[in-house]
């Protein structure tokens, strides 16, 4: 059975970096669309951005374009998402999760459990 587990969540000033990791297991990732999902204290979950298979399609949420970077690597069956100039407001815990049937992450499987970003003021 597939297992995401994310890691690289930690606190950081405005203005900083991070990179987030998405890492399956059980499961090859290949076949799938993966998302990175955010879920701010006392808000509901929201799609930042998407993958295609191969990497050959992205998506992002207008909040992030211009900062936030996703990629895969399929041979070690992970995803990133690369976070630059962060900012107070993507405080979350970020969640990835994979496209079960094409749909370029409006349906959703398979959750990991989240890493916590914390960004100071």
């Known amino acids: 059975q597939l297992q995401l587990v994310e890691s690289g969540g930690d606190l950081v000033q405005s203005g900083g970096s991070l990179r987030l990791s998405c890492v399956g297991s059980g499961v090859s990732l290949e076949p799938y669309a993966i998302g990175w999902f955010r879920q701010a204290p006392g808000k509901e979950r929201v799609e930042v951005s998407c993958i295609s298979q191969y990497g050959e399609r992205t998506k992002y949420v207008d909040s992030v374009k211009g900062r936030f970077t996703i990629s895969r690597d399929n041979a070690k069956n992970t995803a990133y998402l690369q976070m630059n100039s962060l900012r107070p407001e993507d405080t979350a815990v970020y969640s990835c999760?994979?496209?079960?049937?094409?749909?370029?992450?409006?349906?959703?499987?398979?959750w990991g459990k989240g890493t916590l970003v914390t960004v100071s003021s």
């Open positions: 999760a994979i496209d079960p049937i094409g749909t370029m992450c409006s349906t959703m499987d398979y």
